[in-house]
């Protein structure tokens, strides 16, 4: 009964569009321009990667949070390689930083930091051999502030033999020379002695040889679309690229990476590609039908009705969920591939009946009758696999699930409309579908597949057979969570991000924690103890493991006592340890020319009168007197028996590690000495979970690949059994027959076999990208045996089973055009959007082969019995 109703439906939607064209196309124009107005206005195209995972899931959540506690977290990286110590490119680099962060679209920008900037107590924290240089120079520097006068300095200089001040050893002559100074009537200038003194300190990799240099960028504006960030990316690029051009560097290679880089570039890859392969697609589809109806005319038609069906597609789209992102990006792609099948199906059964019918209605009307239920059944197949995923937390699955799915079912019904329409419109329907001999009992690929029907249980045995030959490969084929494998090679930001791993392994792939000043030792401590773990770095620097025995050494130096010294502050007094001082000098190149200099500041000093004489030593004293206070303060401040803290840190490094009450700790994966990354699917795991065995609100850019990976892993698990469960119910309740529904789904189920095991045989793994499409291998491939077994519930005793009356040619046609939708992709630069287009084309390839073979075997032993 349903049947008939259903039947009569589509017999009367395909008389009237047939019958009134005007009032069809002006309803799908006016839909269309509506969609393309919407469209043009509201499409947002996305970039970030967690967008594609729910935001409810703890570990996204903790991460999300992250975010906005960090704001750097995102930072343009500006990498400028070049002699490691070459202050040329270190002020390159500074030069770089200044100019980007005079404009108003960069926020922030930092090359480095000026000693000064940081705490006196940060030397504590300072890698071997830094610490113990600094701590020896604290401890002259606190020896010269028992010097209550210049003369009881030099004197302690004296007795200090060779070793010079803080802030210059082994220099005498700097700590003379503002003495020597004062002598001579000049100004006496003590901050060269100072350990503060000016000295810029550049950003570089410090892990590995130190070659590249990093400026830290900060975009103004974070909340704006692709296209605003590509533009602000492309800007940024030029001003660096003019800047090494002015300073006339050559030598200096530059590039620039960071996560908003790696997702702009990717993302405006990813669209490159998909608009490529969709204007290839569209073309050869097109090229495709020219060649098969034999005229120009039939194809842009169904071009036409198909691009109206696109229209609509993207309006769905924006309503139904408002952006684009890097999976959903290729639904064109698909759409085309799938939606102009359902014009391939009407033309080819409209060929066999034109000559039977004297207008256009009627001639619809029957196809829409004979055809319409597998084309619709097919499409709501295809449409449930795809919206199957909807019901998944992995929100990227589910959005391209929600936008194609939405997207097939418009497809056909602008199709099924506008098609007709056209075609009616022309006036000249008959010239233009050419009439093809046979009828609706014409037989397949002119009975060159008759073998199947003749042999049908040695076709089922050979294909058995090869099945499970094809299938074996397919044992070994893995998912690959490293995301770095999915990126076009060649794209500037991945191959510094490349470039980084390989100079600097510990600052990209650092794991997060974010904990309390308190909690932190601890912590880091446990951390460095993991042996998957090389150390731990951002507020980690501020605790090394060895710093209680830092800090004994600290208070050792501390506690040493001063010598007890206090000369006379006049000219006699300082005249004396001066010629005592003249008189020691070693004979050797780096003090020739201060014995000489003492000699005459000494003759000058002593000729003048007593008031001007009087006059210089009070200047010196007052000067003495401020630099030995400053100095005074700094090592005590310096050698505090206080802990590190974030007030320690220079601007740049503390806004990226801590907020003040919260610190961020980085953890660095060990290298591995067969020289995988920590993306590795081997390591990558055991990596998150031996670090949650220390604190489980670990988050980061590892644990966000682990966690995505699996997410995407278990999800696409539950999105195929949704899928296939949903196409199962829908076919059983379309042929109320088991046996029926199983035959449809027997071609996709070897296609799916045959899928993995092309796979493991092209060494083509699971990843990121093509995962997602596995299951709507189910929803597009179900649709060949969906017409084939329609098609032999109508004439049992066609040859070949199910693919006589023009079905057989229809398939192929509609299959044929899906793979060159898929197979366009193959062209991408982007090895992701590549996979997939593999993935698709080898299960529906392996699908077609079994609709020509296996599925008539099957249904002619059903017919037989």
Same mark, same amino acid.
Request: net charge neutral.
């Given at each position: 009964m349903h049947e008939r109703i259903r039947d009569s439906l589509l017999g009367v939607w395909g008389r009237t569009v047939a019958a009134r064209p005007g009032v069809t196309l002006a309803i799908a124009l006016f839909i269309t321009v509506g969609a393309v107005v919407?469209?043009?206005?509201?499409?947002?195209?996305?970039?970030?990667?967690?967008?594609?995972?729910?935001?409810?899931?703890?570990?996204?959540?903790?991460?999300?949070?992250?975010?906005?506690?960090?704001?750097?977290?995102?930072?343009?990286?500006?990498?400028?390689?070049g002699p490691p110590g070459d202050v040329a490119v270190d002020a390159l680099g500074r030069a770089i930083a200044?100019?980007?962060?005079?404009?108003?679209?960069?926020?922030?920008?930092?090359?480095?930091?000026?000693?000064?900037?940081?705490g006196p107590r940060l030397f504590a924290a300072a890698p071997e051999p830094m610490f113990s240089e600094?701590?020896?120079?604290?401890?002259?520097?606190?020896?010269?502030?028992?010097?209550?006068?210049?003369?009881?300095?030099?004197?302690?200089?004296?007795?200090?033999?060779?070793?010079? !001040?803080?802030?210059?050893?082994?220099?005498?002559?700097?700590?003379?020379?503002?003495?020597?100074?004062?002598?001579?009537?000049?100004?006496?200038?003590f901050s060269r002695l100072r350990p503060d003194q000016p000295r810029w300190l550049p950003l570089v990799s410090a892990a590995g040889s130190g070659r590249i240099r990093f400026v830290y960028v900060q975009l103004a504006t974070q909340s704006g679309g692709v296209d605003d960030l590509s533009r602000d990316l492309a800007w940024v690029r030029q001003t660096i690229r003019d800047a090494v051009t002015r300073s006339g560097r050559t030598d200096v290679e530059f590039g620039v990476t960071g996560i908003p880089a790696i997702e702009a570039d990717e993302t405006a890859q990813s669209i490159r590609d998909s608009t490529i392969a969709s204007i290839l697609a569209f073309s050869l589809i097109t090229l495709l039908m020219v060649?098969?109806?034999?005229?120009?005319?039939?194809?842009?038609?169904?071009?036409?009705?198909?691009?109206?069906?696109?229209?609509?597609?993207?309006?769905?789209?924006?309503?139904?969920?408002?952006?684009?992102?890097?999976?959903?990006?290729?639904?064109?792609?698909?759409?085309?591939?799938?939606?102009?099948d359902f014009a391939l199906h009407?033309?080819?059964?409209?060929?066999?009946?034109?000559?039977?019918?004297?207008?256009?209605?009627?001639?619809?009307?029957?196809?829409?009758?004979?055809?319409?239920?597998?084309?619709?059944?097919?499409?709501?197949?295809?449409?449930?696999?795809?919206?199957?995923?909807?019901?998944?937390?992995?929100?990227?699955?589910?959005?391209?699930?929600?936008?194609?799915?939405?997207?097939?079912v418009l497809c056909l019904i602008a199709v099924l409309s506008v098609f007709p329409a056209t075609l009616a419109a022309t006036r000249r329907w008959k010239s233009i579908v050419r009439h093809r001999p046979g009828g609706e009992r014409a037989r397949f690929a002119y009975g060159r597949l008759d073998v199947v029907d003749f042999h049908p249980r040695a076709m089922l045995l050979v294909g058995a057979l090869a099945v499970l030959l094809l299938g074996l490969p397919g044992l070994r084929t893995r998912y690959d969570p490293n995301v770095l494998n999915l990126h076009p090679p060649g794209i500037e930001s991945v191959e510094w991000e490349r470039r980084i791993v390989e100079e600097d392994a510990q600052s990209v792939w650092a794991a997060l924690v974010q904990t309390t000043p308190e909690q932190a030792p601890a912590l880091a401590d446990r951390f460095r103890a993991l042996p998957s773990v090389s150390g731990v770095g951002g507020m980690g620097l501020l605790l090394p493991p060895d710093r209680d025995e830092r800090a004994a050494r600290i208070a050792a130096t501390r506690a040493t006592p001063l010598p007890a010294i206090a000369l006379r502050d006049d000219f006699a007094a300082l005249r004396g340890v001066l010629t005592t001082l003249r008189d020691t000098l070693p004979p050797d190149d780096a003090t020739s020319g201060l014995g000489p200099r003492i000699d005459a500041a000494l003759a000058t000093a002593h000729a003048l009168p007593p008031d001007e004489q009087t006059r210089r030593?009070?200047?010196?004293?007052?000067?003495?007197?401020?630099?030995?206070?400053?100095?005074?303060?700094?090592?005590?401040?310096?050698?505090?028996?206080?802990?590190?803290?974030?007030?320690?840190?220079?601007?740049?490094?503390?806004?990226?590690?801590?907020?003040?009450?919260?610190?961020?700790?980085?953890?660095?994966?060990?290298?591995?000495?067969?020289?995988?990354?920590?993306?590795?699917?081997?390591?990558?795991?055991?990596?998150?979970?031996?670090?949650?065995?220390?604190?489980?609100?670990?988050?980061g850019p590892p644990v966000q690949i682990y966690e995505s990976s699996e997410l995407i892993k278990r999800e696409y698990t539950k999105a195929a059994v949704y899928a296939i469960a949903a196409?199962?119910?829908?076919?059983?309740?379309?042929?109320?027959?088991?046996?029926?529904?199983?035959?449809?789904?027997?071609?996709?189920?070897?296609?799916?076999?045959?899928?993995?095991?092309?796979?493991?045989?092209?060494?083509?793994?699971?990843?990121?990208?093509?995962?997602?499409?596995?299951?709507?291998?189910?929803?597009?491939?179900?649709d060949a045996g969906v017409h084939v077994v329609h098609r032999w519930r109508s004439e049992p005793y066609g040859r070949p089973a199910g693919l006589s009356g023009g079905t057989g040619r229809g398939i192929t046609l509609t299959m044929i055009s899906t793979m060159i939708g898929f197979g366009s992709m193959l062209l991408a630069e982007h090895r992701g959007i590549?996979?997939?287009?593999?993935?698709?084309?080898?299960?529906?390839?392996?699908?077609?082969?079994?609709?020509?073979?296996?599925? !008539?075997?099957?249904?002619?032993?059903?017919?037989?019995?």
């Amino acid at each position: 009964m349903h049947e008939r109703i259903r039947d009569s439906l589509l017999g009367v939607w395909g008389r009237t569009v047939a019958a009134r064209p005007g009032v069809t196309l002006a309803i799908a124009l006016f839909i269309t321009v509506g969609a393309v107005v919407l469209t043009q206005q509201r499409l947002e195209f996305r970039s970030d990667r967690s967008d594609l995972i729910d935001p409810g899931l703890s570990w996204n959540r903790r991460y999300a949070l992250y975010k906005d506690r960090f704001e750097r977290w995102d930072d343009l990286i500006v990498c400028l390689e070049g002699p490691p110590g070459d202050v040329a490119v270190d002020a390159l680099g500074r030069a770089i930083a200044q100019e980007l962060v005079s404009d108003p679209r960069i926020r922030a920008a930092d090359a480095g930091f000026e000693v000064q900037e940081t705490g006196p107590r940060l030397f504590a924290a300072a890698p071997e051999p830094m610490f113990s240089e600094a701590l020896d120079g604290l401890a002259r520097g606190r020896l010269l502030t028992a010097a209550p006068n210049a003369a009881s300095m030099v004197a302690l200089l004296t007795g200090a033999g060779e070793e010079g !001040p803080p802030g210059d050893p082994g220099s005498l002559a700097a700590a003379l020379d503002p003495i020597l100074t004062a002598l001579e009537g000049g100004e006496p200038d003590f901050s060269r002695l100072r350990p503060d003194q000016p000295r810029w300190l550049p950003l570089v990799s410090a892990a590995g040889s130190g070659r590249i240099r990093f400026v830290y960028v900060q975009l103004a504006t974070q909340s704006g679309g692709v296209d605003d960030l590509s533009r602000d990316l492309a800007w940024v690029r030029q001003t660096i690229r003019d800047a090494v051009t002015r300073s006339g560097r050559t030598d200096v290679e530059f590039g620039v990476t960071g996560i908003p880089a790696i997702e702009a570039d990717e993302t405006a890859q990813s669209i490159r590609d998909s608009t490529i392969a969709s204007i290839l697609a569209f073309s050869l589809i097109t090229l495709l039908m020219v060649a098969v109806f034999r005229g120009v005319v039939v194809p842009l038609l169904a071009a036409t009705a198909l691009l109206v069906g696109m229209a609509w597609s993207f309006g769905w789209l924006v309503v139904a969920v408002g952006h684009l992102q890097l999976l959903s990006v290729v639904f064109s792609v698909i759409l085309l591939g799938l939606g102009v099948d359902f014009a391939l199906h009407l033309v080819s059964r409209l060929e066999l009946v034109q000559d039977e019918h004297a207008d256009l209605p009627s001639a619809t009307a029957r196809v829409f009758r004979g055809i319409g239920p597998g084309m619709l059944t097919g499409a709501i197949t295809t449409a449930a696999a795809f919206g199957a995923t909807a019901l998944t937390q992995f929100k990227g699955m589910a959005e391209m699930g929600i936008i194609a799915g939405g997207g097939i079912v418009l497809c056909l019904i602008a199709v099924l409309s506008v098609f007709p329409a056209t075609l009616a419109a022309t006036r000249r329907w008959k010239s233009i579908v050419r009439h093809r001999p046979g009828g609706e009992r014409a037989r397949f690929a002119y009975g060159r597949l008759d073998v199947v029907d003749f042999h049908p249980r040695a076709m089922l045995l050979v294909g058995a057979l090869a099945v499970l030959l094809l299938g074996l490969p397919g044992l070994r084929t893995r998912y690959d969570p490293n995301v770095l494998n999915l990126h076009p090679p060649g794209i500037e930001s991945v191959e510094w991000e490349r470039r980084i791993v390989e100079e600097d392994a510990q600052s990209v792939w650092a794991a997060l924690v974010q904990t309390t000043p308190e909690q932190a030792p601890a912590l880091a401590d446990r951390f460095r103890a993991l042996p998957s773990v090389s150390g731990v770095g951002g507020m980690g620097l501020l605790l090394p493991p060895d710093r209680d025995e830092r800090a004994a050494r600290i208070a050792a130096t501390r506690a040493t006592p001063l010598p007890a010294i206090a000369l006379r502050d006049d000219f006699a007094a300082l005249r004396g340890v001066l010629t005592t001082l003249r008189d020691t000098l070693p004979p050797d190149d780096a003090t020739s020319g201060l014995g000489p200099r003492i000699d005459a500041a000494l003759a000058t000093a002593h000729a003048l009168p007593p008031d001007e004489q009087t006059r210089r030593m009070t200047h010196l004293r007052a000067a003495f007197d401020q630099w030995r206070h400053a100095l005074g303060s700094w090592v005590e401040v310096a050698l505090a028996p206080v802990p590190l803290g974030a007030d320690d840190l220079p601007p740049a490094l503390r806004a990226q590690w801590s907020d003040g009450d919260t610190w961020l700790l980085q953890i660095f994966p060990r290298v591995d000495p067969a020289g995988r990354s920590i993306l590795h699917p081997a390591r990558l795991g055991a990596f998150v979970e031996e670090l949650r065995g220390v604190d489980e609100r670990v988050l980061g850019p590892p644990v966000q690949i682990y966690e995505s990976s699996e997410l995407i892993k278990r999800e696409y698990t539950k999105a195929a059994v949704y899928a296939i469960a949903a196409i199962f119910i829908l076919l059983l309740l379309d042929f109320r027959s088991l046996a029926d529904t199983l035959s449809a789904m027997l071609p996709v189920t070897i296609g799916f076999i045959g899928c993995f095991g092309l796979m493991g045989l092209f060494d083509v793994p699971l990843n990121f990208a093509n995962i997602i499409v596995m299951p709507l291998i189910f929803g597009i491939g179900v649709d060949a045996g969906v017409h084939v077994v329609h098609r032999w519930r109508s004439e049992p005793y066609g040859r070949p089973a199910g693919l006589s009356g023009g079905t057989g040619r229809g398939i192929t046609l509609t299959m044929i055009s899906t793979m060159i939708g898929f197979g366009s992709m193959l062209l991408a630069e982007h090895r992701g959007i590549r996979s997939l287009g593999f993935v698709m084309l080898a299960g529906l390839s392996v699908c077609l082969v079994a609709c020509y073979t296996l599925l !008539p075997a099957v249904l002619r032993l059903r017919t037989t019995r």
